[in-house]
């Protein structure tokens, strides 16, 4: 439970986010799991991780609002504009403050 907190707090870094013991529990309780590890690495080598292709991101046909943290430690907020920039109906809203976890920091706003 303590590498999920220190992990958690390395990405939300100063953000408004306060970890309760539950929520460390929540985030923590998959780990018992001898499958958990395996599967996490599974999942880590099955993501496509190379940039979107300028020509998948044209072919969006529906308007694109992406929200992002400015203190984001995972993906630099650059990366977000340099995407957006290439969608044909794109808006990009940064979230003063937030991190990577903009769902878990901003729940209401990202709602």
């Given amino acids: 439970q303590l590498a999920v907190a220190a992990t958690f707090r390395l990405i939300w870094g100063a953000g408004p986010v306060t970890l309760t013991r539950e929520d460390i529990a929540q985030y923590s309780a998959p780990t018992q799991f001898a499958e958990y590890a395996p ?8 993501f496509e991780w190379l940039p979107h292709a300028d020509e998948q991101l044209l072919r969006m046909r529906c308007p ?11 993906v630099l907020p650059r990366r977000a504009e340099e995407l957006v920039r290439r969608e044909p109906d794109g808006r990009l809203e940064l979230v ?11 729940a209401d706003r990202v709602n």
């Fill in 96 to 106: 003063p403050g937030a991190g990577h976890m903009l769902q878990e920091e901003q």
């Fill in 39 to 46: 599967a996490l690495r599974h999942l880590v080598h099955a």
């Fill in 64 to 74: 694109v609002l992406v929200l992002f943290g400015t203190r984001d430690r995972v």
